[in-house]
């Protein structure tokens, strides 16, 4: 909770930001649209190598430190720690306490990471004294050199030389580096006792950090060539700043001299880091155009080109900083930050948006200039084949992004592919180089965010797909070369089949009928059929190339006694017998765990709350999850406990209540007294008529299952159904014959009901499963049956007996419930005769059960009717196995 609320205060302040600086930003606005976009657009990619050589730098001062780290988990906390530094007024001490606590999070020691980034400030400082330097002097030269600029200078050099001062402390006088870090802790404890609060540092802060400290500082000394390395890519950075400035230049036609140029950015840059104002909004601004105006660029252009290059360096980085901070640990709350969660959507919506300018730009014509240039030097067929391989790739990226926003790999790899055609044709097609450029970017962002794009595609369905993909081009190729060839006398061309092979490819290649010229109606149909049947069957390898996991093969033998064993120690509800079905697939944690799923499409439906240690839950939910996201599926939970709900929740679940399962207590069930007196009448009279109850302890014997078979295929013929599954059992030999079975026996001795238990494990309790009865018996047969039922159990010392969900009860009763839940009460209520739900509740209503909630889990509402059809499908059976592969499976197990 703590952690929202320094998101929430973060957000705040950078609305506020934005809010106190909305005239600078408008300026922006403006003034970018007066520019060039083609040199706006080059000087906003230099300044992405920029960013990426800056973080770089802090790579590589990490290293010198002793601290190993990957530059992409750097380069958010680099623009992370722009926006801290903006909106936390304490200079560079924001940013900093940003890079030493996510680190520190990742497991990095905090002391040296703190010793790395200040390693990475002083080499910044360094390497951009060899750009003041000369921006000094070539003020100095041109009479233009101003006291304060000199005094700024004078200020940065004392800077230097103190962060370099607390550096070699750690060095040669480490003892001095502990009584700093002791004065701070007894600081802190000093500020947090006037709190009446205990200071959030263990005892041996100061000794620990101060070691590590001097440590980092000896690694530092240890490798002069990494320092160099790092004062280098430092100086790298720097220079790629430089060039943005360049480029703006050029973007609003101005020229300007190399001098000038050295000499406004390091005056800039300087004012930037000895600016009282946060990251010198305002000062930088002033003095960079004053430095220019004086050097003979004109007034306006100088302020138009410094706005500009701070939109690009400074606003929109620092926006992205924004964003950036929500994806660190030490901000973000439990479940995924908002930009991972958003970042491949975006990706995806971005790919969609490419497609459709590729569309656009290949329907209507080049530039005339372009054009011509182009023309010169490729030949006419060639321009036209870009025209028409823009659109095919446009086409493509519109289909590949539903697929990319699911994750897909194999997406992503095509998506690459077809970025890299369009930056081709866009080039050959026109020199349409804008939309070349924003391929391209779009292709280092995927390739940047290749991480995110995880979700496998189906093994064979792949090869399948690629078999089919390269059987349909050489089909359709034959297909066309053969007809050309075979029916060339209705067309004005007599074809030799070379001529018809060529036809054909060059049919595919430019979109139309080059040279084609049919002279009967079944001509053109044949010409239009070569489309129709390459669309069809490159539509349908695309579609087996990009399908979801599927497994064709049942959990093993060795998977099921793994997960009986888990299912025995930790089972405790109605649903962990049913886990073991044989329609079960089965995911095991890290933590112990046991996940028992179906698949349905590309949905994984599991059954119940994952089974297991109870500190493992979390966990095991998060895990099973990104097995769905592998695998491209949708992640369910179907009758979930009420007590879980949070632990969904926090996992970004959605969650609905499906239902009420009712549970009898067996230490206070009885007949007697006035609640008891509806069931002791019909049972009274049955005993009388000489019906007997049973109870047959497995293994059955073979007559009596032929006996229980016959009830059961009679049952579902009356009741016009099939087999349930998924969480019920149903009717199968093996399950039957090693269930306890409850029997009632008419006075001629024949089985007039019957139902199977199963047991609760580590709950002293009792389920009952199968429940099923000859279509005409005597009145209260099934009341005698239950109740029998009930007292068997209490004489074995069972605790509960659980009668099983009962559909839609309890749901959206009260005022505050959901309209959804509300929806489905009507249903309920009204709409009865689809499926007794109201007739089976009132049944079990009548041996007063204690009604607990049950839910079902899913990932946001768009997602809920998919979820329910999913679950009705793998309740249907549609996904169960063939009875005699079951059967084959345990035989070889």
């Not at 991972?340 to 569309?359: D, I, P, Q, Y």
């Not at 490819?505 to 002279?519: I, K, T, W």
């Amino acid at each position: 909770m703590k952690k929202r609320w320094i998101v929430f205060a973060l957000t705040a302040l950078f609305l506020w930001a934005v809010a106190s600086r909305f005239t600078e930003l408008k300026q922006l606005n403006q003034t970018l649209q007066q520019g060039q976009w083609d040199w706006i657009l080059f000087a906003l990619i230099s300044q992405i190598f920029y960013f990426v050589v800056f973080a770089e730098s802090y790579r590589a001062a990490l290293k010198t430190a002793g601290v190993e780290t990957r530059l992409r988990d750097l380069l958010p906390i680099t623009l992370g720690a722009l926006f801290v530094n903006l909106v936390v007024p304490a200079g560079i001490a924001g940013g900093t306490a940003l890079f030493a606590q996510e680190l520190s999070q990742k497991g990095k020691p905090a002391a040296r990471v703190a010793n790395g980034v200040l390693l990475q400030l002083i080499a910044d400082f360094i390497a951009f004294t060899f750009v003041l330097a000369p921006g000094l002097i070539y003020l100095f030269y041109e009479h233009d050199l101003k006291v304060y600029e000199i005094a700024a200078a004078i200020f940065l050099l004392v800077l230097t030389v103190s962060l370099s001062a607390i550096l070699a402390f750690g060095i040669w006088k480490p003892h001095w580096i502990q009584r700093l870090f002791a004065w701070t802790q007894n600081a802190a404890e000093k500020i947090f006792s006037r709190f009446k609060r205990r200071a959030p540092l263990a005892d041996d802060w100061a000794q620990k950090n101060a070691a590590e400290f001097a440590q980092a500082s000896q690694a530092v000394a240890s490798h002069p060539l990494r320092l160099a390395r790092t004062i280098a890519t430092a100086l790298l950075a720097h220079l790629f700043d430089i060039f943005t400035l360049y480029l703006l230049f050029r973007a609003f036609n101005q020229p300007v001299g190399f001098g000038t140029l050295i000499a406004g950015y390091a005056i800039g840059i300087l004012f930037w880091i000895v600016s009282i104002t946060p990251q010198g909004v305002g000062v930088v601004e002033g003095m960079m155009t004053l430095t220019f105006a004086s050097l003979g660029v004109s007034g306006a252009a100088a302020a138009t080109i410094v706005l500009a290059f701070r939109g690009l360096t400074f606003w929109i980085p620092m926006a992205l900083g924004f964003f950036a901070v929500q994806r660190t640990r030490i901000f973000a709350p439990p479940r995924r930050a908002l930009t991972e969660v958003w970042g491949v959507r975006f990706a995806a919506l971005f790919v969609a948006a490419m497609g459709a300018v590729n569309v656009l730009s290949a329907v209507t014509p080049s530039l005339t200039e372009r054009f011509r240039f182009v023309e010169s030097y490729l030949p006419l067929d060639v321009l036209r084949g870009g025209h028409l391989t823009a659109a095919l790739s446009g086409f493509a990226l519109l289909i590949l992004a539903n697929n990319l926003a699911r994750r897909k790999r194999v997406a992503w790899a095509l998506t690459l592919i077809a970025l890299t055609f369009s930056i081709v044709s866009h080039l050959i097609k026109g020199l349409d180089y804008e939309e070349a450029t924003l391929a391209g970017v779009l292709m280092v962002v995927l390739i940047v965010m290749r991480d995110h794009f995880h979700a496998r595609s189906d093994a064979p369905s792949l090869r399948q797909g690629l078999r089919v993909l390269v059987g349909a081009a050489l089909f359709t190729l034959m297909y066309g070369a053969l007809g050309f060839w075979l029916l060339d006398k209705h067309y004005s061309v007599n074809f030799s089949f070379a001529d018809a092979l060529r036809q054909t490819a060059a049919m595919f290649a430019q979109f139309y009928d080059p040279g084609l010229e049919p002279v009967t109606r079944f001509a053109r149909f044949f010409a239009n059929s070569i489309y129709i049947i390459g669309a069809a069957t490159f539509a349908y390898a695309g579609w087996m190339i990009l399908r979801p996991v599927f497994f064709r093969q049942p959990a093993t033998a060795d998977e099921r006694n793994r997960a009986r064993e888990i299912v025995v120690q930790y089972g405790k509800t109605s649903l962990a017998r049913l886990t073991l079905m044989d329609d079960k697939r089965y995911f095991f944690t890290s933590g112990g765990s046991v996940v028992a799923y179906a698949l349905s499409g590309r949905s994984a439906i599991a059954l119940g709350d994952p089974i297991g240690p109870a500190e493992d839950l979390s966990a095991a939910v998060r895990e099973f999850c990104d097995l769905c996201r592998r695998n491209d599926w949708m992640p369910i939970f179907y009758q979930i406990l009420p007590e879980t709900i949070s632990t969904y929740a926090a996992n970004q679940f959605d969650v609905l209540s499906i239902g009420q399962e009712g549970i009898v207590d067996l230490k206070t069930f009885s007949l007697e007294g006035k609640d008891g007196k509806p069931l002791r009448s019909p049972i009274n009279k049955l005993k009388k008529a000489n019906f007997e109850f049973s109870v047959y302890e497995p293994p059955i014997s073979d007559d009596l299952l032929n006996q229980l078979r016959e009830i059961s295929d009679e049952w579902l013929t009356f009741m016009h159904g099939s087999e349930k599954r998924f969480s019920l059992g149903w009717f199968d030999d093996d399950y039957i014959r090693n269930s306890p079975i409850a029997v009632v026996r008419a006075p001629d001795g024949g089985i007039s009901a019957f139902a199977n238990f199963i047991p609760e494990y580590q709950n002293n309790g009792i389920t009952i499963d199968l429940m099923r009865r000859r279509q005409e018996i005597e009145n209260g047969v099934m009341e005698f049956l239950f109740v029998s039922m009930f007292q068997w159990a209490q004489s074995k010392g069972y605790d509960t007996f659980d009668l099983g969900l009962s559909a839609l009860s309890g749901v959206g009763e009260k005022k505050d419930d959901p309209a959804l839940e509300r929806t489905m009460r009507f249903i309920y209520e009204n709409v009865n005769q689809f499926y007794n739900f109201k007739g089976l509740h009132s049944f079990k209503e009548k041996f007063h059960p204690q009604w607990t909630p049950r839910y079902i889990a899913y990932p946001g509402a768009v997602n809920l009717a998919p979820a329910w059809v999913a679950v009705i499908q793998v309740s249907s059976g549609e996904s169960a196995l063939p009875r005699w592969l079951r059967k084959r499976v345990k035989l070889s197990g």
